[in-house]
Structure formats: C-alpha cells, structure tokens
C-alpha cells in the first residue's frame, strides 16, 4: 500500500517557533513549539526551527511520508534574505529559502510572509473561506494585513502588500523616512499596547488583554485602551474604502479582548464605510500563520512550481528556475 502524503508547516516567529505536520488536506497531526531565543542569533534561530521539523518528520507513522514543506517568518522572505524584518538580530541576513531546500531537498518547499499565509490559512479553513474580497488582519506583536482578491492572497510587486505597520499616522510624517517617524506599528501592535500601558498603569500588564481588562475601572487604562482602539479603527476604516471587502477578519493576541474590541470596530466601519464589511474573529486566532505555512505546503502538493495555482513561490528539486515562478500580484 502506498504512503500517504505529508506536509510540514513552519511558522518562524520573533519569540518562538511553531512547527506542525498535516495530512494532505491540512488537518494536523502532531506539533511542537520552540523558543527562537532571539538573543542567541539568527542561524541559531534557523537551526532550532529546522531541527524541530526534522524531528517531527523523523516521527512519522510508517503510513506517512513527507511530499511538501511550508515555511513562513515575519518580514518578506526570499532566497538567499529576509527582508523588513528587524525583530531577530541578523534574520534579514539569513539565507532562508536555501537552508529550508538544503534540510529538505527530496520535497518542494515553499515560503511566505506569516500574515499573508495566515490570510490564505483562513481562505481555504476559516473565517474567509467562500468570501471573494476579503482582509486578514493581525493584531499582535506587529501589525499587517493580509488581502484577499477573488480568493487568491495579493502579494503587491515585492511581495510587500498589506505591511501597514509602517504607514503614516498622520500629514506631519510625510516628510519624514521611517527612521525618522513613529510607525503605527509602534502604537498599534499587542507589543506596543503593552508597552505603553505597563509605562502608565500600575497592576500586573502581562499581555494586551489585560489593558482591556483593567480598563473597565480605571479610568487611565481606559484612556489607553480606547486610544489604541481609536487608532486601529481609523486605518481599519481606510483599507476598508480603498479595497471595498465583503469581510474583515481578525487575529492575533488581542484578539483575547475580542469582546471589548469588536464593537468600537464595528461601530467605526458602520459609520464611515460606504459598503460596510463584516466583522469577525479569526477562526485561528492565536496561530493563523501556522495554519498558513501549512496551507501553502498542502498548495505545493498540487502545484510544485508555484507557477499557476498559488500565489507563493517554490523550491523545487532539481530546478532552480521556478523559484520566482509567476507571482500573481
């Protein structure tokens, strides 16, 4: 009888690691998380990740065998680099699609941004499956959008689309580089609610719920936290007329204070928003780019070049000129 088809998904995150494996249709069969312990460095980093994956693989029923990997980090990954991606000291310098092909060099392997995975993640199982036009927006250490156009993830021309967590947060930063500015990632991310709130507040800030938390009797918290939200709402609204999609979904950390975030949000996209979308939590809140890195695994099996039925590019053995493929845009 022959094996069946398995996939691994890795998701590279700033503070930790999260590996699973899945069967042919995504649906998980065993996982592991890891620390990155960013402290020790970028190769270190890499190798904990491979080194998790080799060792689920190594797991495997005899009724399984590995056919795809699926790889995401933060930043925007290419060949021989990462781009945009400041959290792991030296990450930008990794050259992360090469090391994945080395430890994997029998299967196609395949790598994305985590949000835009995250995004196609909840596309193919989740909270946007059947929905056209749709955005994926993640709330937690940093702030990104994943797009969703006639079901397919939009990449943009550098495979950079949906980065708002360096956009302008008002007319005065026009002038000014990113170095220069505060980016709004820097105001509204689960990091810097934390950050801010822990400068301010007395108690215990553990995570960005508790902000919500603690604002419903303190008046300071408060403050903050409708500051925050305020904040999210105004950029939240802007996508929503400039892409016009049938639905919003949300995850991430804050996610946790679903109950005291979605209304505000709801409220802001009904009053401004021409064609108001709706609003949702994400059916994977806490881990959508593991999903992800599992879902455009699972595309690889259908479609090893990454040539005409998924947006993400490939390794594939034995040839080094799919790896740009055709990326829709």
Same mark, same amino acid.
């Given at each position: 009888?022959?094996?069946?088809?398995?996939?691994?998904?890795?998701?590279?995150?700033?503070?930790?690691?999260?590996?699973?494996? !899945?069967? $042919?249709?995504? %649906? +998980?069969?065993?996982? *592991?998380? @890891?620390?990155?312990?960013? &402290?020790?460095? /970028?190769? =270190? #980093?890499?190798?904990?990740?491979?080194?998790?994956?080799?060792?689920?693989?190594?797991?495997?029923?005899?009724?399984?065998?590995?056919?795809?990997?699926?790889?995401?980090?933060?930043?925007?990954?290419?060949?021989?680099?990462?781009?945009?991606?400041?959290?792991?000291?030296?990450?930008?310098?990794?050259?992360? !699609?090469? $090391?994945?092909? %080395? +430890?994997?060099?029998? *299967?196609? @392997?395949?790598?994305?941004? &985590?949000?835009? /995975?995250? =995004? #196609?993640?909840?596309?193919?199982?989740?909270?946007?499956?059947?929905?056209?036009?749709?955005?994926?927006?993640?709330?937690?250490?940093?702030?990104?959008?994943?797009?969703?156009?006639?079901?397919?993830?939009?990449?943009?021309?550098?495979?950079?689309?949906?980065?708002?967590?360096?956009?302008?947060?008002?007319?005065?930063?026009?002038?000014? %580089?990113?170095?220069?500015?505060?980016?709004?990632?820097?105001?509204?991310?689960?990091? /810097?609610?934390?950050?801010?709130?822990?400068?301010?507040?007395?108690?215990?800030?553990?995570?960005?719920?508790?902000?919500?938390?603690?604002?419903?009797?303190?008046?300071?918290?408060?403050?903050?936290?409708?500051?925050?939200?305020?904040?999210?709402?105004?950029?939240?609204?802007?996508?929503?007329?400039?892409?016009?999609?049938?639905?919003?979904?949300?995850?991430?950390?804050?996610?946790?204070?679903?109950?005291?975030?979605?209304?505000?949000?709801? /409220?802001?996209?009904?009053?401004?928003?021409?064609?108001?979308?709706?609003?949702?939590?994400?059916?994977?809140?806490?881990?959508?780019?593991?999903?992800?890195?599992?879902?455009?695994?699972?595309?690889?099996?259908?479609?090893?070049?990454?040539?005409?039925?998924?947006?993400?590019?490939?390794?594939?053995?034995?040839?080094?000129?799919?790896?740009?493929?055709?990326?829709?845009?």
């Amino acid at each position: 009888m022959a094996s069946l088809p398995a996939v691994v998904g890795i998701d590279f995150g700033g503070t930790k690691i999260a590996v699973a494996i !899945g069967d $042919a249709q995504g %649906s +998980r069969m065993s996982s *592991v998380v @890891v620390e990155s312990l960013p &402290d020790r460095g /970028a190769e =270190a #980093a890499l190798e904990r990740g491979l080194a998790a994956a080799e060792h689920l693989v190594r797991a495997l029923p005899s009724t399984h065998r590995l056919a795809a990997v699926g790889a995401v980090t933060f930043g925007i990954p290419r060949r021989d680099r990462i781009d945009l991606a400041p959290a792991i000291p030296g990450w930008q310098r990794v050259r992360f !699609g090469e $090391a994945l092909q %080395s +430890r994997f060099p029998d *299967v196609p @392997v395949r790598i994305g941004t &985590d949000v835009k /995975a995250a =995004a #196609a993640a909840e596309s193919t199982w989740g909270a946007l499956s059947g929905i056209r036009t749709g955005m994926y927006v993640n709330v937690g250490t940093g702030l990104a959008v994943g797009i969703v156009v006639n079901g397919v993830v939009l990449l943009g021309a550098d495979r950079a689309a949906g980065e708002i967590g360096y956009s302008l947060r008002s007319v005065r930063d026009v002038r000014k %580089s990113p170095g220069e500015r505060m980016v709004l990632e820097d105001v509204v991310s689960g990091k /810097a609610l934390v950050t801010r709130a822990r400068a301010a507040l007395r108690g215990e800030i553990s995570v960005a719920s508790d902000v919500f938390t603690l604002a419903r009797s303190d008046p300071l918290a408060a403050e903050i936290a409708d500051g925050f939200v305020d904040e999210l709402a105004l950029h939240l609204t802007n996508l929503a007329i400039a892409i016009n999609p049938a639905r919003i979904v949300i995850g991430g950390g804050v996610t946790a204070a679903w109950p005291d975030l979605a209304p505000p949000l709801r /409220a802001a996209l009904d009053r401004s928003v021409p064609y108001p979308p709706q609003l949702a939590r994400a059916t994977f809140p806490y881990d959508a780019p593991l999903m992800g890195a599992l879902a455009i695994g699972v595309s690889a099996l259908a479609s090893p070049g990454g040539t005409d039925s998924s947006p993400y590019p490939a390794l594939v053995p034995g040839t080094d000129s799919s790896w740009e493929g055709r990326l829709r845009s």
